[in-house]
């Protein structure tokens, strides 16, 4: 079975930018969750999806949201970015629960200039 | 809000030596799972821990979860280089969400 896949895997964006980046879970996962990564704060959530409905949120401003598409590919967009959303951005996928084990993707990397 | 901590947030061993890392909520956990981050890489899932006084093993990884569910370890055997990496712990919240331990970074010399 195929992992958990992330594009882009980098990418570099400047202040006021807004970014779209995508996940595709593992086959037949239909929890999707967002984690941002980042050396000061650690792995932190920013939401969950399931069938395509945000189920769970995390502490994080308005500016960062998602979406969940039927086949539960998921995309996460940051508007006006600054630069502490610099940070690798992972996804994880699990079968039905926002507590079964997670599954990571390779991470996105963002850096905001 | 929950908080998961974990210490040592750094740890440097000799090949052969043994490695625990210590994990502790605020709050009573339903569970507790714990991943493994080499660098530059993912965190990849090791073990989930249901039971109060729980222990197990993966060859050379022991993992234990505390008789009141607040508490866990994960102890390894003669470090290995492949070892190598950072180590979560992470455990349900009322809010519906995994809140991961700060993690232990492990470092290995050959």
């Known amino acids: 079975k195929a992992g958990v896949t992330q594009t882009p895997r980098y990418l570099i964006k400047t202040r006021g930018q807004q970014v779209t980046l995508s996940c595709s879970p593992i086959?037949?996962?239909?929890?999707v969750s967002w984690y941002q990564q980042t050396p000061g704060q650690g792995l932190q959530f920013l939401f969950e999806y399931f069938s395509e409905t945000q189920r769970n949120k995390g502490n994080f401003p308005g500016r960062f949201s998602g979406r969940q598409f039927s086949n539960s590919r998921s995309e996460m967009n940051v508007s006006t970015l600054e630069l502490g959303d610099s940070a690798l951005y992972l996804c994880?996928?699990?079968?039905?629960?926002?507590?079964?084990?997670?599954?990571f993707g390779p991470g996105t990397r963002l850096t905001v200039l | 809000g929950q908080q998961v901590m974990q210490i040592p947030q750094y740890q440097h061993v000799q090949e052969g030596e043994d490695f625990t890392t210590y994990c502790n909520s605020s709050?009573?956990?339903?569970?507790i799972q714990w991943y493994k981050q080499r660098p530059g890489g993912h965190p990849v899932f090791l073990i989930q821990l249901v039971k109060s006084g729980e222990v197990k093993k993966q060859k050379r990884l022991t993992f234990q979860f505390g008789e009141a569910k607040k508490n866990s370890s994960l102890h390894i055997t003669a470090t290995q280089t492949t070892d190598v990496g950072t180590y979560f712990c992470a455990g349900p919240n009322a809010g519906n969400m995994l809140t991961f331990g700060g993690g232990t970074r492990l470092m290995v010399k050959p």
């Open positions: 994880a996928s699990s079968l039905q629960s926002w507590d079964d084990t997670q599954y």
């Open positions: 086959s037949g996962h239909r929890s």
């Open positions: 709050t009573t956990l339903s569970n």
